[in-house]
């Protein structure tokens, strides 16, 4: 995209825009949380409507002006209807402005302060906003015990959903690292939460909807389920859709389903109110009208054949990447995944996740350090690395450039495993001098230069 005001006016910002620009050109991005967008959809992203202040709902705005934002509104929710097949019966709300906004927007809506949320426990890959609070050691011994099955939450409260709600998380099977779902309802039946919530960011498995649904309806609870990561992989019908399973659905829109950043909740007809009152006047002013603009430019294309393929892809080349590094030796949680992502424990290479992700980020291949079940590590540097396939996808990439990013990964972290005991900035400083990462790095360059960004 050529930004020829920006460069004009503000040169300062217009040259990050083009180094970050290059970055995301010529390095491969495998961060599963991350997606490239098309040019429409940056383009409506950057229309007039980022002037607009438009807090109400169509039809029902506090200021006058806005007939073509409620035209675009309506026509987004439609939308969303279309790409989710969402039955009449069924109210989408294309308002909140990130995904942790959204799932708050739900609590605010359904929960009283006080109340009991079950999710999932975050270093088995759950997610910050269903709740978090660290356990801390005291003279006593440890606060917040983790058992085998079951987290009942610390003393540091790390996310503010901790701190208004009761927070009881469980976990996955030591061995498999699958959900025991048996478990999962006894453990509702003892703490009787009013929310259930499924959904993560590094469990590699489809959740079990059924399961999750009749749980909730034993004990009486909501269940909510965050498919921020997999929603393009559900709308496209590569993954299974929790609707009519769960009672309310959020996602990011910037994932796998390759919108601008934002999130959408869909839900039953009669939580509706509820609902769009916890996002507005709940907890959100304005609504970003350009984000809805964009939305609503995914939306559509994500109801597109093209877009069905894609997500057909994107899950084929993450199988194909989890059978590579199981071949070589590497631990893939749960033995490989049904998405769009994946998840290698290091500790099978006798290794963490810091020292190799920085040495692959040096050798042009972007992925992160991620903690794993049966974490032994520190949130800075646990025993993970997760990576994902959604915007190599989208650049065009199938099972041969999986064969061959799997080779350079292990490649790499062959190379740097006997210095990875290095304190992190003498081991940065170590890789950059290192000429068999430029050489990955070059390589990486020129895979890139074959499946080009479309910007
Ligand atoms: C499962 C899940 N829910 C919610 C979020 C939060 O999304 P956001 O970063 O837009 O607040 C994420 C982000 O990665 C996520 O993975």
Known sequence: ????????????????????????????????????????????????FVHKYAEG????????????????????????????????????????????????????????????????????????????????????????QVEQAIYLGGKRKISIVSKIFKVVQYKVEPDSRLFDYKKIMAIAKEYRPKMII???????????????????????AYYLADIAHEAGLVAAGANKSPIGKADVITFTTHKTIRGPRGAVI??????????????????????FEHTIASLAVCLKEACTPAFKKYAFQVVK??????????????????????????????RSKKLSGRNPAKALDQAGIIMNRNSVPNETGSPMNPSGLRMG??????????????????????YVIKVVAPDCDLKPAEFEEKIKKMPELRKIAAEVKSLCQKYPLNI
């Not at 499924?198 to 009486?220: C, F």
């Open 317 to 346: 080349n993450a199988q194909r990447l989890a059978q590579r590094f199981i071949e070589r030796g590497y631990d893939v949680v749960s033995g490989g995944t049904d998405k769009h992502l994946l998840l290698i424990d290091m």
């Open 198 to 220: 499924s959904g993560g960011t590094a469990y590699p498995r489809e959740i079990n909807y059924d399961a999750l649904h009749s749980i909730a309806k034993e004990v009486g």
């Open 389 to 410: 396939t959604p915007t190599i996808t989208t650049r065009g990439m199938k099972e041969k450039e999986m064969d061959k990013i799997a080779e350079w990964v292990d």
């Open 57 to 144: 709902y169509p039809h029902k705005r506090y200021y006058e002006g806005n007939q073509f934002v409620d035209n675009l509104e309506e026509l987004c929710q439609q939308r969303a209807r279309q790409a989710f097949s969402l039955p009449d019966d069924w109210h989408v709300n294309v308002q909140p402005l990130a995904g942790g906004n959204s799932n708050l927007a739900v609590y605010n809506g359904l929960l009283e302060p006080g109340d009991t949320i079950l999710s999932m426990y975050l270093p088995d890959g759950g997610h910050l906003s269903h709740g978090w609070s660290f356990p801390e050691k005291d003279e006593q011994g440890l606060e917040g």
């Open 1 to 48: 995209m050529d930004f020829p005001n920006l460069k004009k006016q503000d040169p300062e910002i217009y040259k990050l825009v083009k180094k970050e620009e290059e970055k995301q050109q010529y390095k491969l991005s495998m961060i599963p949380s991350e997606n490239f967008s098309s040019p429409a959809v940056r383009e409506a992203l950057s229309s007039v």
């Open 266 to 287: 869909l839900c039953r007809g009669d939580l509706a109110d509820r609902i769009d009152f916890g996002v507005f006047p709940g907890l959100q002013g304005g609504p």
